[in-house]
């Protein structure tokens, strides 16, 4: 009996001074303390079921003798007492500009623990004797703010202004999140330079086993950093039936960050990719703290061309760290927990900023057929040395005034809102020397590229141009020419941008997701709204939400696009897990569309997309953007008129959005409703096993009739064998109703609903 007592009084100091916070509806539970080290901890649970086991909180400072006083300072990790807590309610509605619902309601419990951590250490004075003789006494504050919703929680390290805390570099941040067991994960190569990546699905413990094979070596930029690190968002299921999302909310002014787990062969948390042997060897340990229990991931930052993860001054604060968590996969789909922890917006008016469907000069230069560059004649180019008008064209050219002005018509005929043109200015012809400093000057256009005569010609037909700014990840190149180029925008009427930051980034030796290049990306879209500019970035950071504050940030790619379709392809399940994690920070201009499937019958490319024409049309409900692009050619889409009709019909912003199905890289189903009006449209999208819809349309408004139009797979279609084989069934339908309908492999179906 005497050693219960022990056992229970060794126990116990762990938990005992727990805070415990609930959810609203009380399924989310909440635990917060400090151990006997000082160190912050917490855990959570779902319905009484473990989510995240016991885990630690912390930040590692970087050690710099030649830093001023205050950086050499002990870590963010341990000796912290609570020296305060508040717990409050917050529950309001509100409207994005754009977006899934018309009305958001952010509805969660907040708890913040205000921590205090002393220590002293020997004060050196003048007299040399007397050295050691006197403790200096040192105290901090840091903040850990919790919002604890019904379908997840967010936490943040927050750091006010104090003496013993101003200017700070941080190594590493040590987030912890413990899983409680070895889950079914759906995961990308955790990367400092692209999420141009095929998602992976395995179990927590074979990712180490699987990360070679996952990586897309081939990209144009590749910064692997450990055998089991992966990116946010990270979707995962449980044995038991939870599904659980890692990833993280409002990323400004801080690096983004990846997960690296640490499982049963785990030596050291960091480790070096040999570029040479695509191998990973071990190398040492930079960190001073114990490694956690396996089957935890740490948060591991983005570094900066100096190594460093983080330079901060207070007050200042880290983005939210999220966990999303429900018995339900639609939960995922439907959840605006990352929104709601971003900031109201901050532009005063949003008049300009609206949804976009568009066409574009693109696609048959991605497939090979066309070329960006305007001239063959120099292997590499200097824009100030050269008379365009006396160089010899390569007649292979796709951005010349004809063949924009056939796209301007398709736009206009069609009801789409906007034509994009790649390659229309100078710079092409080596811009892939990706480490090329001053590549482009976004201003001054080809030869064959009349950028009055054809912003004209699309105006008088109610269409505009869509401008292009491939950066070639030259970032203070584009930053010198970005105020010039936006006023050029202006001048001719241009309203949206879409930005590429492929190769390298320059300064060399930084990365795509490190601190300072989210603060790049977010300047283009602050600046870009300064000119009542829309920007769609590609290649940049993965979003986390930040739209809701920049509503003109109104799409990124940040994954792997339709464009690898014409690069070798991508698994039928691609678009089935992508809504699961990619877009649960925001919209991806995924470019969806394509009809002609086989590459090879118009081009010399031997890729195919692995889709058929009624999973094309599914695309614009389940991968949720309101910038949309047809993406093939004009003259494919005329082949297929009548399919092409949905996308005509299609809305890209709404009212109201209801999952119907799901299940991660499975199949998704999903009701819209259009802003402004009664119609719905509804789209499935399928794996490559197929799926059985079953559609209730319950949410219909009762009493009333609607006009059907169905475009489905025939029964014969097959991604594969026979992408292009498809029925339209159009019928009267009212609420109660039930649609069935069969998804062949690698398929979906799509449905309008326009109400009598």
């Known amino acids: 009996m005497k050693k219960f007592f022990l056992l229970l009084f060794m126990i116990t100091p762990m938990l005992m001074f727990a805070k415990e916070v609930t959810s609203p509806n009380g399924n989310i539970k909440l635990k917060f303390w400090v151990d006997q080290k000082g160190r912050p901890m917490y855990e959570m649970s779902f319905k009484e079921r473990p989510v995240v086991l016991p885990s630690h909180l912390g930040l590692e400072l970087a050690r710099d003798k030649h830093a001023s006083k205050g950086y050499d300072e002990q870590d963010l990790m341990a000796g912290f007492k609570i020296v305060k807590e508040e717990e409050s309610t917050f529950d309001e509605t509100w409207q994005p500009v754009w977006g899934e619902t018309r009305n958001i309601r952010n509805h969660y419990v907040e708890y913040v623990a205000t921590l205090s951590q002393q220590w002293k250490e020997p004060r050196v004075t003048a007299d040399e004797g007397q050295r050691g003789m006197f403790e200096e006494q ?42 409680a067991g070895d889950h079914t994960a759906w995961w990308l190569p955790g990367d400092y330079d692209t999420q141009e990546q095929e998602t992976q699905q395995t179990k927590l413990s074979e990712i180490r086993a699987r990360m070679k094979e996952a990586v897309n070596w081939g990209n144009s930029s590749v910064a ?87 330079c901060m001054q207070t007050p200042c604060m880290t983005p939210w760290r999220t966990v999303m968590v429900s018995d339900d996969a639609r939960d995922m789909l439907s959840s605006n927990l990352i929104l709601n922890l971003n900031e109201p917006c901050a ?72 034509v994009l043109v790649e390659g229309w200015n100078v710079g092409w012809e080596d811009w892939a020397n990706m480490w090329k400093r001053d590549v482009f000057d976004f201003q001054t256009p080809y030869p ?72 790049h990306y977010l300047y283009v879209v602050k600046e870009a709204a300064k000119h009542h500019i829309m920007v769609n970035a590609h290649e940049a950071t993965r979003p986390t939400g930040l739209c809701r504050t920049y509503p003109n940030m109104v799409g990124n790619e940040s994954a792997r696009g339709t464009e690898y379709e014409a690069f070798g392809g991508s698994r039928p399940d691609h678009t089935c897990i992508l809504p699961f994690t990619r877009l649960q ?115 219909l408004d009762k009493g009333c009739k609607y006009e059907c139009a169905i475009y489905q797979d025939a029964p014969n279609a097959h991604y594969e064998t026979n992408p292009q084989a498809y029925i339209i069934t159009k019928k009267t339908v009212k609420a109660g109703q039930t649609l069935k309908i069969k998804e062949a492999p690698g398929g979906g179906f799509a449905v309008s609903l326009k109400k009598i």
């Open 138 to 179: 040192h105290q901090r504050e840091i903040l850990i703010r919790f919002r604890i919703y019904d379908e997840g929680i967010g936490l943040r390290y927050e750091f006010p202004q104090q003496r013993e805390l101003n200017y700070f570099l941080i190594q590493d941040e040590r987030t912890e999140f413990r899983m």
């Open 224 to 310: 692997v950093f450990s055998p089991t690190g992966v990116q946010t968002s990270l979707q995962m299921k449980s044995d038991d039936g939870l599904y659980i999302n890692i990833h993280e909310a409002a990323c400004a002014d801080y690096a983004t960050m990846h997960l690296e787990l640490v499982d049963a062969e785990t030596k050291a948390l960091t480790t070096k990719l040999d570029g040479g042997s695509n191998d990973y060897t071990p190398a040492p340990k930079p960190s001073r703290y114990p490694l956690p229990e396996p089957l935890t991931f740490v948060s591991h930052l983005t570094p900066d061309a100096t190594g460093l993860k983080g």
């Open 347 to 418: 532009l005063d008016d949003t008049s300009w900023i609206h949804p976009t469907k568009y066409c574009g000069v693109w696609w048959e230069m991605i497939v090979g057929k066309s070329s960006w560059n305007y001239t063959d004649e120099f292997p590499s180019i200097q824009l100030d040395n050269i008379d365009w008008t006396k160089v010899k064209p390569n007649g292979r050219h796709a951005a010349n005034n004809e063949k924009v002005k056939r796209y301007i018509d398709f736009a206009a005929k069609n009801g789409l809102d906007e």
């Open 448 to 519: 064959d590229f009349d950028i009055k005569m054809l912003n004209d010609y699309a105006h008088s037909k109610g269409v505009k141009l869509l401008m292009h700014h491939e950066t070639s990840s030259s970032t203070q190149n584009y930053e010198r020419h970005l105020e010039k180029a936006f006023t050029l925008m202006n001048k001719y009427g241009y309203d949206a941008v879409k930005t590429g930051y492929v190769g390298d980034i320059i300064p060399r030796g930084d990365h795509h997701y490190s601190q300072s290049m989210n603060n």
């Open 585 to 699: 920070g925001g919209p991806m201009d995924y470019t969806p569309g394509i009809f002609v499937t086989k590459l090879n019958t118009w081009s010399n490319n031997t890729s195919w997309a692995r889709i058929t024409i009624a999973g094309s049309l599914a695309l614009y409900l389940t991968m949720y953007s309101p910038l949309q692009m047809a993406a093939d050619l004009p003259e494919h889409y005329e082949r297929f008129d009548d399919a092409f009709q949905f996308i005509r019909d299609v809305a890209c912003d709404w009212d109201e959005s209801i999952y119907l199905e799901a299940e991660p890289a499975d199949y998704i189903t999903v009701a819209r409703k259009a802003k402004g009006t009664d119609n719905w449209f509804i789209g499935g999208k399928c794996d490559e096993n197929g799926h059985e819809a079953v559609v209730k349309l319950d949410f």
